[in-house]
Protein backbone atom coordinates (compact mmCIF):
# COMPACT_ATOMS: atom_id res chain seq x y z
CA UNK A 1 0.00 0.00 0.00
CA UNK A 2 0.96 3.44 -0.37
CA UNK A 3 3.67 2.49 -3.38
CA UNK A 4 6.00 4.96 -4.61
CA UNK A 5 7.88 5.46 -7.95
CA UNK A 6 11.14 5.82 -7.58
CA UNK A 7 12.42 4.94 -11.18
CA UNK A 8 10.25 6.17 -13.93
CA UNK A 9 9.93 4.87 -18.08
CA UNK A 10 11.86 6.80 -20.41
CA UNK A 11 13.95 5.16 -23.56
CA UNK A 12 16.55 3.63 -20.91
CA UNK A 13 14.67 2.20 -18.49
CA UNK A 14 11.09 0.67 -20.09
CA UNK A 15 9.70 -0.13 -17.11
CA UNK A 16 8.79 1.87 -13.91
CA UNK A 17 10.47 1.05 -10.24
CA UNK A 18 8.01 0.74 -7.36
CA UNK A 19 8.57 0.35 -3.62
CA UNK A 20 6.11 0.48 -0.89
CA UNK A 21 6.56 3.69 1.30
CA UNK A 22 7.05 1.68 4.58
CA UNK A 23 9.41 -0.47 3.00
CA UNK A 24 7.09 -3.30 3.76
CA UNK A 25 7.44 -6.91 1.44
CA UNK A 26 4.33 -6.47 0.13
CA UNK A 27 2.30 -8.71 -2.20
CA UNK A 28 2.24 -7.88 -5.59
CA UNK A 29 -1.17 -8.83 -7.95
CA UNK A 30 -1.92 -9.06 -11.31
CA UNK A 31 -2.82 -6.13 -13.13
CA UNK A 32 -4.99 -7.72 -15.69
CA UNK A 33 -6.64 -11.11 -15.94
CA UNK A 34 -4.55 -13.97 -18.33
CA UNK A 35 -2.21 -16.63 -18.89
CA UNK A 36 0.98 -16.71 -16.92
CA UNK A 37 3.47 -17.70 -19.95
CA UNK A 38 6.58 -17.49 -17.58
CA UNK A 39 7.90 -18.16 -13.99
CA UNK A 40 11.15 -17.82 -12.48
CA UNK A 41 11.36 -18.26 -8.84
CA UNK A 42 14.71 -20.14 -8.42
CA UNK A 43 16.59 -16.94 -7.81
CA UNK A 44 17.60 -17.12 -4.33
CA UNK A 45 19.91 -13.48 -3.83
CA UNK A 46 21.08 -10.02 -5.71
CA UNK A 47 23.25 -10.26 -8.39
CA UNK A 48 24.53 -6.63 -9.71
CA UNK A 49 26.59 -8.83 -12.34
CA UNK A 50 23.91 -10.40 -13.80
CA UNK A 51 23.11 -9.76 -17.25
CA UNK A 52 20.35 -10.65 -19.72
CA UNK A 53 17.13 -12.36 -17.94
CA UNK A 54 19.15 -12.85 -14.94
CA UNK A 55 18.84 -9.20 -14.31
CA UNK A 56 14.65 -9.73 -13.23
CA UNK A 57 15.57 -12.21 -10.34
CA UNK A 58 12.27 -14.20 -10.05
CA UNK A 59 10.28 -13.13 -12.17
CA UNK A 60 6.13 -13.42 -13.40
CA UNK A 61 5.53 -12.57 -16.93
CA UNK A 62 1.92 -12.91 -18.08
CA UNK A 63 -0.32 -12.72 -21.12
CA UNK A 64 -3.09 -10.58 -20.47
CA UNK A 65 -6.53 -11.15 -22.08
CA UNK A 66 -6.00 -7.42 -23.13
CA UNK A 67 -3.42 -8.41 -25.38
CA UNK A 68 -0.59 -6.86 -23.60
CA UNK A 69 2.39 -8.66 -21.78
CA UNK A 70 2.96 -7.98 -17.87
CA UNK A 71 5.94 -8.63 -16.99
CA UNK A 72 6.96 -8.71 -12.86
CA UNK A 73 10.28 -8.26 -11.37
CA UNK A 74 12.65 -9.08 -8.64
CA UNK A 75 10.07 -10.73 -6.35
CA UNK A 76 11.28 -12.51 -3.33
CA UNK A 77 12.81 -16.18 -3.52
CA UNK A 78 10.04 -18.54 -2.54
CA UNK A 79 6.81 -16.44 -2.64
CA UNK A 80 5.16 -16.80 -6.31
CA UNK A 81 2.11 -18.43 -6.10
CA UNK A 82 1.61 -19.05 -9.75
CA UNK A 83 2.63 -21.19 -12.42
CA UNK A 84 3.46 -21.78 -15.85
CA UNK A 85 0.18 -22.34 -17.49
CA UNK A 86 -2.27 -20.56 -14.92
CA UNK A 87 -4.58 -18.76 -15.27
CA UNK A 88 -4.70 -15.50 -13.23
CA UNK A 89 -7.29 -13.19 -12.53
CA UNK A 90 -7.00 -9.51 -11.77
CA UNK A 91 -6.23 -8.87 -8.76
CA UNK A 92 -4.74 -11.90 -7.62
CA UNK A 93 -2.05 -12.11 -5.92
CA UNK A 94 1.46 -13.23 -7.73
CA UNK A 95 3.91 -12.73 -5.28
CA UNK A 96 5.74 -10.66 -3.13
CA UNK A 97 7.96 -7.96 -3.64
CA UNK A 98 12.12 -8.12 -3.48
CA UNK A 99 15.41 -7.60 -4.18
CA UNK A 100 16.86 -10.64 -6.42
CA UNK A 101 18.77 -9.72 -9.75
CA UNK A 102 20.03 -6.68 -10.52
CA UNK A 103 18.19 -4.71 -8.04
CA UNK A 104 19.21 -2.01 -5.58
CA UNK A 105 16.38 -2.27 -2.62
CA UNK A 106 13.23 -4.25 -2.32
CA UNK A 107 11.04 -2.94 -5.27
CA UNK A 108 8.81 -3.85 -8.27
CA UNK A 109 10.34 -3.65 -11.86
CA UNK A 110 6.83 -3.38 -13.99
CA UNK A 111 7.20 -3.59 -17.91
CA UNK A 112 4.23 -3.88 -20.13
CA UNK A 113 4.77 -4.86 -23.82
CA UNK A 114 1.74 -4.03 -26.06
CA UNK A 115 -0.06 -6.22 -29.00
CA UNK A 116 3.13 -5.29 -30.91
CA UNK A 117 5.51 -7.00 -28.25
CA UNK A 118 6.51 -3.00 -28.17
CA UNK A 119 7.35 -1.75 -24.43
CA UNK A 120 4.81 1.34 -23.16
CA UNK A 121 4.42 2.64 -20.14
CA UNK A 122 2.91 1.08 -17.50
CA UNK A 123 1.68 3.90 -16.39
CA UNK A 124 -0.70 4.16 -19.28
CA UNK A 125 -2.32 0.56 -18.32
CA UNK A 126 -2.07 1.47 -14.53
CA UNK A 127 -4.38 4.47 -15.00
CA UNK A 128 -6.83 2.74 -17.39
CA UNK A 129 -7.03 -0.06 -14.53
CA UNK A 130 -7.69 2.56 -12.42
CA UNK A 131 -10.35 4.13 -14.20
CA UNK A 132 -12.15 0.56 -15.17
CA UNK A 133 -12.26 -0.08 -10.96
CA UNK A 134 -13.60 2.93 -10.81
CA UNK A 135 -16.77 2.00 -12.77
CA UNK A 136 -16.95 -1.34 -11.16
CA UNK A 137 -18.26 -0.38 -7.57
CA UNK A 138 -18.43 -4.29 -6.07
CA UNK A 139 -15.04 -4.66 -6.51
CA UNK A 140 -14.45 -2.66 -3.07
CA UNK A 141 -11.06 -4.44 -2.45
CA UNK A 142 -9.38 -4.28 -5.98
CA UNK A 143 -10.60 -1.05 -5.98
CA UNK A 144 -8.74 0.44 -2.83
CA UNK A 145 -5.46 -1.29 -3.60
CA UNK A 146 -5.09 -0.05 -7.61
CA UNK A 147 -6.68 3.31 -6.06
CA UNK A 148 -3.22 3.38 -3.31
CA UNK A 149 -1.66 1.80 -5.99
CA UNK A 150 -2.06 4.83 -8.66
CA UNK A 151 -1.76 7.42 -6.18
CA UNK A 152 1.66 8.53 -6.12
CA UNK A 153 1.57 7.92 -9.49
CA UNK A 154 -1.28 10.45 -10.21
CA UNK A 155 0.70 13.20 -8.39
CA UNK A 156 4.01 14.37 -7.27
CA UNK A 157 6.49 11.17 -7.68
CA UNK A 158 8.81 10.38 -4.57
CA UNK A 159 12.01 8.68 -4.37
CA UNK A 160 13.39 6.70 -1.80
CA UNK A 161 16.25 5.19 -0.46
CA UNK A 162 15.57 3.86 2.76
CA UNK A 163 17.62 0.68 2.59
CA UNK A 164 20.86 3.05 2.32
CA UNK A 165 22.46 4.05 5.41
CA UNK A 166 25.29 5.81 5.03
CA UNK A 167 26.25 9.58 4.43
CA UNK A 168 26.68 9.77 0.29
CA UNK A 169 24.00 11.92 -1.32
CA UNK A 170 25.23 10.03 -4.90
CA UNK A 171 25.74 6.60 -3.89
CA UNK A 172 21.96 6.69 -2.50
CA UNK A 173 20.85 7.91 -5.56
CA UNK A 174 23.00 4.95 -6.73
CA UNK A 175 21.60 2.27 -5.33
CA UNK A 176 17.98 3.04 -6.28
CA UNK A 177 19.51 3.61 -9.54
CA UNK A 178 19.07 7.61 -10.23
CA UNK A 179 21.07 9.85 -11.91
CA UNK A 180 23.69 11.09 -9.34
CA UNK A 181 25.36 13.69 -11.49
CA UNK A 182 25.82 17.09 -10.17
CA UNK A 183 23.35 18.98 -12.50
CA UNK A 184 20.76 16.67 -11.52
CA UNK A 185 21.35 16.72 -8.27
CA UNK A 186 20.92 20.38 -8.43
CA UNK A 187 17.72 20.23 -9.69
CA UNK A 188 16.60 17.80 -7.08
CA UNK A 189 17.78 20.55 -4.88
CA UNK A 190 15.58 23.28 -6.65
CA UNK A 191 12.56 20.60 -6.70
CA UNK A 192 12.93 20.28 -3.41
CA UNK A 193 13.39 23.58 -1.79
CA UNK A 194 16.78 23.88 -1.28
CA UNK A 195 18.14 27.26 -2.74
CA UNK A 196 21.43 28.15 -4.23
CA UNK A 197 22.84 24.14 -4.42
CA UNK A 198 26.47 24.22 -4.03
CA UNK A 199 27.07 20.57 -2.89
CA UNK A 200 27.69 21.53 0.07
CA UNK A 201 27.90 19.38 3.29
CA UNK A 202 24.89 20.66 4.62
CA UNK A 203 23.00 20.98 1.72
CA UNK A 204 23.71 17.23 0.89
CA UNK A 205 21.90 15.86 4.13
CA UNK A 206 19.23 17.79 3.59
CA UNK A 207 18.56 15.97 0.22
CA UNK A 208 19.84 12.53 1.63
CA UNK A 209 17.34 12.47 4.57
CA UNK A 210 14.53 13.56 2.33
CA UNK A 211 15.89 10.81 0.24
CA UNK A 212 15.67 8.23 3.32
CA UNK A 213 12.27 8.97 4.30
CA UNK A 214 10.93 8.58 0.85
CA UNK A 215 9.89 12.46 0.98
CA UNK A 216 12.45 13.45 -1.99
CA UNK A 217 10.47 14.99 -4.54
CA UNK A 218 11.62 13.39 -8.36
CA UNK A 219 12.70 16.04 -11.06
Known amino acids: MNEVVTNNYDQEHKA ?15 LESGTVETVVNNVKSTNHKSKGLATYGNYVKIKQDNGKTALYAHMKYGTIKVTQGKYVKKGDIIGTIGETGNAYGKHLHLEIQNENKVKENPLISLNSTSNQVKNTPNKTTTKTTI ?32 DSSYSYRKKLAQNNGIQNYRGSYSQNIKMLNLLKNGKLKKV
Open 16 to 30: IDIVPSDNSETNIIA
Open 147 to 178: KQSTKQIKNTIYLNASNYHYGSIVDALKSINV
